[in-house]
C-alpha cells in the first residue's frame, strides 16, 4: 500500500544536506521539549489537599480542644472526646504519584466510660501474651503515657481491631497504637 506523500518526505530526507536534518531533528526535539515543560507546569499548578505529613506530640497544642481536633485528622473518633495525649507520626504520600501513606499513631483518649461500646465496636480481646507485633502485623504496640490527673488505676483491657491495639480502662480511656512502619 502506497501513502501519498511519504515517497515525497522520505525524497527530501535523502537529498538534504546534514545542516537540514540538523534542523529538523532540532525543531523535533524542541518541541518535545516545550511539551514535556507545558505538561511539568500543569502538573505543579495542580493543588490537591493539604498534606497531612506530620510528627507532632499533643504536648505541642495548648488545649484539649486543639489536641482532640488534630487527632481527628488522623483517627476515626466513635464518641466524643474531652481531651487526649498522643504522638502522631504521619507520611502523606498521596502527591504525584500517590502512593499509600505511612503512620504511627500511639494516643490515650479520655471519654466517656459510657462510650465503651462505641469505641470498641469490632474489636476483638486480645490475651495479654498474644499481644505482640508480631502476631498481628502492627509493627508497634506501644502504650501512652496516661496524665495522672486522669486517674487511671486499672490495667485496662487489650483489645486488637484490624492492625490497631486498643486497651480500654473502665475509667473512661482508651489507649490506642497502631503503626504501618
Not at 499481644?131 to 485496662?156: F, L, M, N
Not at 480511656?173 to 503503626?179: D, G, I, K, Q, T
Amino acid at each position: 500500500m502506497r501513502v501519498p506523500g511519504l515517497r515525497a518526505v522520505s525524497r527530501i530526507w535523502r537529498k538534504s544536506s546534514g545542516v537540514v536534518r540538523l534542523l529538523l531533528l532540532g525543531f523535533t526535539g524542541l518541541a518535545t521539549i516545550l511539551v514535556l515543560g507545558t505538561v511539568l507546569v500543569l502538573l505543579s499548578l495542580f493543588k490537591g489537599p493539604p498534606s497531612l505529613t506530620t510528627d507532632t506530640r499533643s504536648a505541642e497544642l495548648p488545649s484539649s480542644t486543639d489536641r482532640v481536633a488534630f487527632l481527628g485528622r488522623y483517627l476515626k473518633l466513635r464518641a466524643p472526646v474531652s481531651d487526649a495525649v498522643f504522638h502522631v507520626v504521619f507520611h502523606d504520600n498521596g502527591g504525584i504519584p500517590p502512593g499509600p501513606s505511612d503512620w504511627s499513631i500511639v494516643a490515650a483518649l479520655q471519654v466517656s466510660p459510657g462510650d465503651e461500646a462505641a469505641w470498641l465496636d469490632e474489636a476483638k480481646a486480645v490475651p495479654l501474651d498474644q499481644a505482640q507485633p508480631s502476631h498481628h502485623g502492627s509493627s508497634a504496640y506501644c502504650r501512652p503515657e496516661i496524665p495522672p490527673d486522669w486517674k487511671v488505676t486499672s490495667p485496662g483491657t487489650i483489645y486488637l481491631r484490624q492492625s490497631a491495639f486498643l486497651v480500654w480502662h473502665p475509667e473512661g480511656v482508651l489507649e490506642f497504637s497502631a503503626s504501618t512502619f
